[in-house]
């Protein structure tokens, strides 16, 4: 696997066309951080740490709002063989402000809002709406 973000955002698009109420994914702190600014904008409903046997997983909770996905849909934007930068300045807005675009920033993870405010740039990993 070359691009464990975009086999994440995969996964839960998956089950959310088969109306399922959660997935569980092989643990890694990036991933936690993605999910935790998904988490935040209502993408998903939550995300925990669990443990089974030796091995960390994370279980993601789905959300759905009158039966559709919260998460319509994404785009990757930077990927293994191209990374993708921004300045602060540069930073527009998504499916006519519908959607959201992750940013990793010096300080973290946000959206293309907060990092736009924080007057940050840095790596566009993908677009949700």
Not at 32 to 55: P, T
């Amino acid at each position: 696997m070359t691009d464990p973000i975009t086999d994440m955002l995969n996964q839960i698009r998956n089950a959310q066309v088969v109306q399922k109420t959660e997935v569980v994914l092989p643990y890694s702190n990036f991933k936690n951080e993605v999910l935790a600014v998904l988490a935040q904008e209502n993408f998903i409903s939550d995300s925990k740490k669990i443990m089974k046997g030796k091995a960390k997983l994370l279980k993601i909770g789905l959300k759905y709002e009158n039966g559709l996905p919260a998460m319509e849909g994404f785009k990757k934007v930077s990927k293994p063989g191209q990374r993708i930068y921004i300045k602060a300045q540069e930073i527009k807005k998504i499916k006519g402000g519908y959607g959201k675009v992750i940013i990793s920033t010096p300080k973290g993870l946000m959206t293309g809002i907060k990092a736009k405010k924080a007057k940050l740039g840095g790596e566009v990993l993908f677009e949700v709406w």
